[in-house]
């Protein structure tokens, strides 16, 4: 069985989603670091489609390390890109309402 067969029967979406993930955790500070300080302004619809934009080339440059891990495998790529794009808005979005949670402490304090 050629490898790429193999990998295409053995990956689960399981390991699709800790690929994901792990992508995202990389990620996620230079994503937070091109983020606007307006983005806390922003009404959760527009402030998902904000991070999804930064994020985009902050994916792409780890993409092309898991692409070479996994060799030409463009859907098993796309997955993993869906998935990680969607963890890096969840993780930044939480990160925006924690930020401004402690800060509306701070200011009624």
């Known amino acids: 069985m050629l490898f790429a067969n193999w990998l295409r029967v053995s990956t689960t979406p399981r390991r699709i989603a800790a690929w994901a993930i792990e992508i995202a955790q990389r990620c996620q ?4 670091a091109l983020l ?3 983005a806390r302004n922003m009404s959760l ?3 998902r489609g904000y991070i999804r934009a930064r ?4 994916i792409d440059q780890e993409m092309l390390l898991l692409a070479k891990h996994l060799g ?8 993993v890109r869906c998935e990680a794009t969607d963890e890096i808005v969840r993780m930044t979005v ?3 309402i924690k930020t401004s949670r402690s800060q509306a402490i701070r200011n009624a304090a």
């Not at 500070?29 to 937070?32: M, N």
């Not at 030409?72 to 997955?79: D, H, V």
């Open 29 to 32: 500070a230079d994503v937070a």
């Open 36 to 38: 606007s300080p307006d």
């Open 45 to 47: 619809t527009e402030a």
């Open 55 to 58: 994020a985009a080339a902050a």
């Open 72 to 79: 030409a495998n463009p859907i098993l790529e796309l997955a």
């Open 94 to 96: 939480g990160d925006l």
